[in-house]
């Protein structure tokens, strides 16, 4: 059996998503048997505590998913046998062990951990896909329901199926829906997403690629915003950063810029003139208090 463990320490920053503990990702690979275990219940994203992943798999839709950080990770924990990442996607628009794949046996994960947390649900997929069926959507949303204790962070680009199946569910009070907004041409995601009644509606854009000049934050609890990493990332404008920063400020919406980007996440920062953004929606500040 080969184990590989990555520990990473955190401390926490006033305004930021507390950092309590280590986190701890483990992946255990046993023969040819290719069994797995991912400890997802501390993340290294900025934003989030915890990721949670009873679906896994996506496709492309939109130029935000060109160099899709999770589609290169499937194919990495394919080849490392992880169960989970099995199921090939269309190489048109996913690729290897990035099939859309639901994890019924996962449902249950977000019960056992007794502390509060963030949690971004399927940091690996989009719960809105249109091959998620309405039923598991609902099983997704029960679950969260039933476990108050947390608070749960859904993002997609499927923001018209979410609109559409709105009145179709019911929607938990400790339910953050986003959508991503990588550039202008995307704002009618932004519009389907006020008709969604979820407790915070939040956007995510990243990675920013253009100048959002002109949106419309209203009814918009929380934005982030952040550059593309990876070999082939695509430069964020210092002026589209601050478009952003400037829209958010002047609406009265909480404000997380994640970082610049570049060639490794970490490489430029995360300074925007001179500071941290580091915001939170009310409810999350309670929370940490």
């Not at 986190?23 to 048997?33: E, I, P």
Request: aromatic share 8%.
């Amino acid at each position: 059996m080969t184990d590989c463990t990555t520990l990473i320490a955190r401390t926490g920053r006033k305004g930021r998503v507390p950092r309590r503990h280590a986190v701890r990702t483990t992946v255990r690979l046993a023969g040819s048997q290719g069994y797995a275990a991912v400890m997802a219940d501390r993340s290294a994203i900025e934003w989030t505590e915890a990721t949670w992943n009873p679906v896994t798999g996506c496709d492309r839709i939109s130029p935000g998913c060109d160099n899709c950080y999770a589609l290169t990770l499937a194919k990495r924990l394919k080849a490392m046998g992880v169960d989970k990442y099995q199921h090939d996607g269309d190489p048109r628009t996913s690729g290897p062990g990035f099939g859309v794949t639901l994890h019924p046996q996962t449902l249950g994960q977000p019960r056992k951990w007794r502390a509060p947390r963030l949690v971004f649900v399927n940091s690996m997929s989009d719960l809105f896909h249109a091959k998620v069926p309405v039923s598991y959507v609902k099983d997704v949303l029960d679950v969260i329901r039933e476990t108050p204790q947390h608070t749960y962070q859904v993002l997609t680009k499927r923001a018209t199926r979410a609109r559409r199946l709105a009145d179709q569910l019911d929607w938990p009070s400790n339910l953050w829906l986003g959508v991503s907004v990588e550039t202008a041409e995307y704002f009618q995601r932004v519009d389907a997403l006020r008709e969604v009644p979820a407790a915070v509606r939040f956007l995510s854009c990243e990675p920013l690629l253009g100048d959002l000049k002109g949106i419309n934050l209203e009814g918009i609890g929380w934005v982030i915003a952040g550059g593309e990493s990876g070999p082939r990332y695509r430069p964020m404008q210092v002026d589209w950063a601050r478009s952003i920063r400037d829209a958010c400020v002047n609406a009265g919406v909480p404000f997380f810029f994640k970082q610049w980007g570049g060639a490794t996440p970490k490489r430029h920062g995360r300074t925007l003139e001179g500071r941290t953004w580091d915001e939170l929606p009310e409810t999350t500040r309670a929370l940490a208090n």
